[in-house]
């Protein structure tokens, strides 16, 4: 390992020379209190910045060891020093000067949400940090000097203000981490209460716009009525009320612009932690929830559908059903089945998103077309088996149907972003609007047997080893796949586009590029022709959780600009990847 004045002699050395002389520079460099690492070099000022990182001693950076001491605590850490650098780096982008990029400072912009980011990791060892820097040229040649002031002047400031316990402001980094611990105490308090979701008195839930995840200012505070009203004891805040959600059907009913919607999607990025002063940081739920809805043109792939659509006028097994353009409903169908076979426990819904012959027929409609004649059973015929029979509970909004307010367990009206419990009354006038009989076949959890298999165009000899890589000989590989990431909306492998845009609990575009690279890693070391692909799911799940995106990079070295996803967004990944 050099030290910074080695640095600093090389930076001289090559000033003014072609931007390749840059290369040199990669290695480790000492800095009293930190080691800054030159990762990668970007080939010219016009192409992706430089990937940098520092890495600081447990020692040095001095936070006190129960703020690291499990997974939760350690990525509520990260991200609170993620914020911290990406605050002070953004002081100094592009001070530096020259052509392009040169001169650009810039980190993981988090959200409202917590995610473990690959921007700041906590090891045994000590803290990681993750950036990029434009390294400064002008034209084609190295401005060395530009960058010397990066090294030197700006970062060493925003690496002191950011990464070490002293420098920060103690009380609020405490009051972060026992929020995510509150947070995570309501989460796992759910289950022993019979709920599937809270919501605190108080929350703000309304957004500031459609392209803003920040609390609106102004808006009604949430008040929960009280025959929903629990009381639960934090570690640290005390004691909180809220509105319990129970296990079972629970619909959610109001006229337009009453706060429907906004309540399902609060509930839907309840699944995770949220920052001090969002809002929503109790509005907590069920962690395998998944939000469903209908994806015309869908790719499905040998997906057991026969709970729902079943003896098709082409005679087509739903038991293994595949097709390259589902229909709305087919596609909500598959979207159920998928979603119990990732585990969860939890199925939110709106009217509005969903195909409307998939979610009921009205008596009208089963007069005119005779029951044997339609191939759907509808999922208001299904989902009290989902919770009674396989545990699933379901939360539907709905607005235009009063056919589900006879299978929910329990009804909310929105009045003006107000709950109400209207159970009992509705429950009453239920008498009086009876359902129509109707024979449903007996409800069974559907099978899928779903072998993940590499693209055939483009494939060559390699031989399988016990990490789950390959080498020369045996088994089939394809040529090596390049990922482009599109925001949220989704991705491309090599020649296959993965549509994400209704994947709607993937909220980050790093969440996004992780995915990218667990089916990048999945496709060239796992798909055999042999492994279903939940075998695959556990086995990414797995090394993720145990050592990180790093374990899926040919290198085992990860740069800034991934964030983990849940294990039902790598279900969702893979179900939509066509080149299956």
Not at 18 to 39: E, Q, R, T, V, W
Not at 202 to 225: C, D, H, Q, W, Y
Not at 367 to 394: M, N
């Amino acid at each position: 390992m050099k030290n910074s004045k080695e640095l600093r002699q090389q930076l001289r050395s090559i000033n003014r020379k072609s931007y390749p002389a840059y290369k040199g520079l990669k290695g480790l460099y000492h800095f009293g209190n930190y080691i800054l690492s030159i990762d990668h070099v970007q080939g010219d000022p016009f192409a992706s910045p430089s990937h940098v990182s520092i890495q600081i001693s447990h020692r040095d950076a001095g936070f006190p060891i129960e703020y690291y001491k499990d997974t939760l605590t350690g990525t509520t850490l990260c991200d609170y020093l993620t914020r911290q650098f990406e605050k002070q780096v953004s002081q100094y982008s592009f001070r530096a000067k020259g052509s392009g990029k040169s001169g650009l400072l810039t980190v993981s912009h988090c959200g409202q949400e917590v995610f473990s980011r690959t921007a700041c990791e906590i090891t045994e060892k000590g803290i990681t940090a993750r950036f990029f820097v434009g390294f400064p040229a002008n034209g084609r040649t190295i401005n060395a000097t530009e960058l010397e002031k990066i090294l030197f002047d700006f970062l060493p400031v925003c690496i002191q203000k950011s990464f070490f316990y002293s420098s920060l402001n103690a009380k609020e980094l405490q009051n972060y981490i026992e929020l995510a611990e509150d947070q995570e105490f309501i989460r796992q308090t759910l289950p022993a209460k019979n709920l599937c979701a809270f919501i605190a008195d108080g929350s703000i839930l309304p957004r500031e716009s459609g392209i803003s995840s920040r609390p609106m200012k102004a808006s009604v505070p949430f008040t929960s009525p009280d025959s929903l009203r629990i009381s639960i004891n934090l570690p640290h805040k005390g004691k909180i009320t809220g509105m319990g959600i129970p296990k079972g059907i629970t619909l959610i009913v109001g006229g337009g612009y009453h706060g429907k919607s906004t309540l399902l999607n609060a509930l839907e990025l309840g699944v995770y932690n949220h920052i001090p002063g969002d809002g929503r940081e109790y509005v907590i739920t069920d962690a395998t929830a998944v939000k469903l809805r209908s994806e015309d043109g869908r790719f499905i792939k040998d997906v057991d559908i026969s709970m729902f659509i079943n003896d098709l006028p082409n005679k087509k097994d739903t038991r293994c059903f595949s097709t390259l353009d589902a229909s709305g409903s087919t596609s909500q169908a598959a979207g159920i089945v998928e979603s119990m076979e990732a585990g969860s426990h939890l199925f939110l819904l709106d009217e509005d998103t969903s195909a409307t012959n998939f979610m009921v027929r009205d008596a009208f409609m089963q007069q005119v077309i005779q029951r044997e004649k339609e191939p759907i059973t509808p999922f208001l015929e299904r989902a009290e088996d989902l919770y009674k029979k396989a545990g699933i509970s379901t939360i539907l909004v709905a607005g235009s149907s009063g056919a589900f307010f006879h299978i929910a367990d329990t009804i909310i009206q929105m009045d003006n972003y107000v709950p109400k419990d209207i159970t009992a009354s509705v429950k009453k006038l239920c008498s009086q609007y009876p359902l129509p009989a109707v024979s449903v076949t007996d409800f069974q959890v559907p099978h899928s047997h779903r072998i993940m298999s590499r693209p055939a165009e483009s494939s060559k000899r390699l031989r399988h080893n016990s990490r789950g890589n390959h080498s020369d000989s045996g088994a089939t590989k394809p040529e090596r796949l390049k990922t482009r990431i599109s925001g949220t909306d989704g991705f491309s492998l090599g020649r296959q586009e993965i549509d994400l845009r209704y994947t709607e609990q993937l909220i980050d575009a790093e969440q996004t590029a992780a995915l990218g690279l667990l089916l990048k890693y999945a496709v060239e070391h796992l798909a055999d022709g042999r492994r279903t692909l939940p075998e695959i799911v556990q086995f990414l799940w797995k090394n993720l959780s145990l050592h990180g995106l790093s374990f899926f990079t040919e290198n085992q070295k990860i740069s800034c600009g991934y964030a983990t996803p849940r294990i039902q967004e790598i279900y969702a990944c893979l179900n939509r990847y066509r080149g299956l």
